[in-house]
C-alpha cells in the first residue's frame, strides 16, 4: 500500500550548485556530517531517545549536526521541556519545522535516524533509501521489513539510547 516515486526521489534531479546552496542556506558545511529526522517531532518516534544519542556523540565529535524536520504536537504525545529547549537552543541541532518537499534536506543530510517506537509502513525510510541515504531504524514492524540489519542500514531496538549512539 505504501510506496514511493524513485525518478522523484533521485539525487539526479540536483546539481552541484543546487547542493551547494542547499549548505550554505542551512548553515551546514560539507565538513559536516549530518544526521537527519523527519517526521513528527513526538516522544513516540523517538525523539527524546534520538536527542541525548546525538548530545553524547556531540560531545566527541563537534562536528556533527542534526537536522530536525517535522512539528511538534504540544496536544498528543509532547516532548519534555528539557528536550524541546535543547532542540531550539543546541547549536548542533537545526529544526526546520514541517516541509512539503523533504528531499533538499535528505540531500544534504548522510544518514537517516528514524528511532520510532511503533510504525505501519514508514515511507520516510524508503524516500532516504531511494535517494542514497544509509538509514538507521528501530526493530520495529514496518521497519525491519524495509532495513535488514548491516545489509541497507541498521536495526536497533527501540528506546535504547546506547544502542542508537553505537548505530550513529
Known sequence: TNGIDTS???????SH???D???????????????IFIGRLVKH????????????????????????VGEEESSLDPLPESIRVTIHE??????????SDIRP???ISNVLTFPSYREGLPNV????????????VSDII???????????????PPKDIQSLCTAM
Open 125 to 136: 525510510p524508503l524516500q532516504a533509501c531511494a535517494m542514497e541515504i544509509p538509514v538507521i
Open 17 to 19: 550548485y543546487e547542493m
Open 21 to 35: 546552496k542547499l549548505f550554505m542556506t542551512n548553515g551546514i558545511r560539507k565538513e559536516n556530517f549530518v544526521y
Open 142 to 156: 514496518g521497519c525491519n521489513e524495509i532495513v535488514i540489519n548491516e545489509e541497507n542500514g541498521l536495526v536497533v
Open 105 to 107: 534536506f535528505l540531500l
Open 45 to 68: 518516534k523517538g525523539i527524546i531517545e534520538l536527542i541525548n544519542a546525538f548530545i553524547n556523540l556531540y560531545d566527541l565529535y563537534p562536528q556533527i549536526r542534526l537536522i530536525l
Open 8 to 14: 522523484y526521489f533521485s539525487r539526479s534531479l540536483f
Open 90 to 99: 543546541h547549536p548542533g541541532i537545526k529544526k526546520v519545522g514541517y516541509q
